[in-house]
Nanobody, 115 residues
């Protein structure tokens, strides 16, 4: 059973940086897209950044210029580099993988940005 596991969350001050990683338990074959989503209590899960197997990336407007998504194929890891963090970036961040038309979610990692 394929799975993805997030790591790298934590507490950071406003204006700081943090890097999240998502490790997939399967090889790259069949992976068509991966992404990061985030959710705060009482709100719907929000798409933050996505990567496709064609090499395209996309970001929600609120993180453009501050977050960078990348994928290390050799390590089969998805990375989200976050800088200039704001308190409103506080959320549980989830990794998503679409492989052979099936969707997989991690359990999430908490990012807290203090003001």
């Amino acid at each position: 059973q394929a799975q993805v596991v997030e790591s790298g969350g934590g507490l950071v001050q406003s204006g700081g940086s943090l890097t999240l990683s998502c490790a997939a338990s399967v090889d790259s074959v069949g992976i068509v897209a991966m992404g990061w989503f985030r959710q705060t209590p009482g709100n719907q899960r929000e798409r933050v950044a996505t990567w496709t197997s064609g090499g395209n990336t996309d970001y929600v407007d609120s993180v453009k210029g501050r977050f960078t998504i990348s994928r290390d194929s050799a390590k089969n890891t998805l990375v989200l580099q976050m800088s200039s963090l704001k308190p409103e970036d506080t959320a549980v961040y989830y990794c998503n993988m679409v492989r052979y038309n099936r969707e997989y979610w991690g359990k999430g990692t908490l990012v807290t940005v203090s003001s």
